[in-house]
């Protein structure tokens, strides 16, 4: 693996086990906030533990290239789900990053979101 994919690997983990880890430690706010988003019901349990994994092994370089293609598309997921809902002219908090991420969405978050994707497509140049 080059030193380029290395680091968007490890990057991407770290981004994934913050916004997991994040989401735990909001507890019941963060289910409410993405239900608010329009995350499915069953998914905002699982959501925060299915990023921890992913996270983790991204940056342990665990069974490459699955990491990285899981996590391409969560953020491929997450930005449908921001631009749908913006497109609706609603703005409901992302919680993305639970507590540290009350605001409510805007470009800003499919901004962030798409050089997150970046990092996530540089991790496969191996």
């Given at each position: 693996?080059?030193?380029?994919?290395?680091?968007?690997?490890?990057?991407?983990g770290?981004?994934?086990?913050?916004?997991?880890?994040s989401?735990?430690?909001a507890g019941?706010?963060?289910?409410?906030?993405?239900r608010?988003?329009?995350?499915?019901?069953?998914a905002a349990?699982?959501?925060?533990?299915?990023?921890?994994?992913?996270g983790?092994?991204?940056v342990?370089?665990?069974?490459?290239?699955?990491?990285a293609?899981?996590?391409?598309?969560?953020?491929?997921?997450f930005?449908?789900?921001?631009?749908?809902?913006?497109?609706?002219g609603r703005?409901?908090?992302c919680?993305?990053?639970?507590?540290?991420?009350?605001?409510?969405?805007?470009?800003?978050?499919?901004?962030?979101?798409?050089?997150?994707?970046?990092?996530?497509?540089?991790?496969?140049?191996?």
């Amino acid at each position: 693996m080059s030193a380029v994919a290395l680091v968007a690997s490890v990057l991407l983990g770290a981004a994934f086990v913050l916004a997991g880890g994040s989401k735990l430690a909001a507890g019941a706010a963060w289910p409410a906030q993405a239900r608010d988003l329009g995350a499915p019901r069953f998914a905002a349990p699982l959501l925060p533990w299915l990023e921890l994994a992913v996270g983790a092994a991204l940056v342990v370089q665990l069974v490459e290239p699955w990491p990285a293609l899981a996590a391409i598309a969560l953020l491929l997921a997450f930005s449908a789900l921001i631009a749908l809902r913006l497109s609706q002219g609603r703005r409901p908090p992302c919680a993305c990053f639970g507590a540290w991420s009350a605001s409510p969405i805007g470009p800003g978050h499919l901004a962030r979101n798409g050089a997150l994707l970046a990092l996530g497509v540089l991790s496969l140049w191996g």
